[in-house]
């Protein structure tokens, strides 16, 4: 496609459900980033992958959060037992390599209740 | 820690007035500072600034980079009320952007 595709683009889960949140990266792009927003602020890193490899996941607030990126191109984050605290939109982000600004997708929106 | 700064937090102006967003960053290792606009979607990316002193326009946008006092403006001229939004800013170190909190713009018919 020619943006950044994310799905679902809204979701809702229990407290402590398990959730998975899909990005499809512009065609090509070896870099792929997931922020995390919370209302009123500014995104927050939480990982970083150049093409499979996942080469910063110091943002990811705790082991509950995982993501993989296995054949370098569609990329999931999981978070496990989801708490309310949880509850934000999860954006991703490609670009053709890191020395490029990221162009961001449409991002999803989870609400934990 | 990097860090960066946006002010004003928000603003209301009037149709056809003149607009001016900064922002302040401390960052190790800078690489560029990039300018988005959000609206309710996703980020969309305005201007990324290396230099200084180069001023980048895309018609009524246009943007500076100081890197002696670490700090950019984003300006937008005879606004119109398909420019409110969240205006962010953010800095990159490496490959890892920090964002600002941004600037909700408002501009009123």
């Known amino acids: 496609g020619a943006g950044v595709s994310q799905s679902p683009r809204y979701k809702v889960a229990k407290r402590g459900q398990d959730v998975a949140l899909r990005c499809d990266p512009i065609?090509?792009?070896?870099?792929l980033f997931w922020y995390q927003q919370a209302l009123g602020q500014g995104p927050e890193f939480l990982t970083y992958?150049?093409?499979?490899?996942?080469?910063?996941k110091s943002g990811l607030p705790s082991d509950r959060f995982f993501a993989e990126r296995p054949e370098g191109s569609v990329s999931t984050l999981k978070i496990q037992r989801t708490q309310q605290e949880d509850s934000a939109v999860y954006l991703c982000?490609?670009?053709?390599?890191?020395?490029?600004?990221?162009?961001f997708g449409q991002g999803t929106r989870l609400t934990v209740v | 820690e990097d860090k960066v700064v946006q002010s004003p937090l928000s603003l209301v102006v009037h149709e056809g007035d003149t607009v001016t967003l900064n922002c302040s960053y401390e960052?190790?290792?800078?690489?560029?500072l990039l300018w988005y606009k959000q609206e309710k979607k996703a980020p969309t990316f305005l201007f990324m600034l290396?230099?200084?002193?180069i001023e980048k326009k895309s018609g009524r946008l246009s943007s500076i980079l100081d890197k002696k006092e670490l700090f950019s403006i984003l300006n937008i001229t005879a606004t119109q009320t398909g420019d409110s939004a969240i205006y962010l800013c953010?800095?990159?170190?490496?490959?890892?952007?920090?964002f600002g909190a941004g600037t909700t713009v408002t501009v009123r018919a």
């Open positions: 982000a490609s670009s053709l390599n890191r020395a490029f600004g990221p162009f």
């Open positions: 065609s090509g792009h070896v870099s």
């Open positions: 992958f150049q093409n499979e490899a996942q080469l910063d």
């Open positions: 960052v190790t290792n800078f690489r560029s």
């Open positions: 290396t230099s200084s002193g």
């Open positions: 953010a800095v990159q170190n490496d490959y890892k952007l920090s």
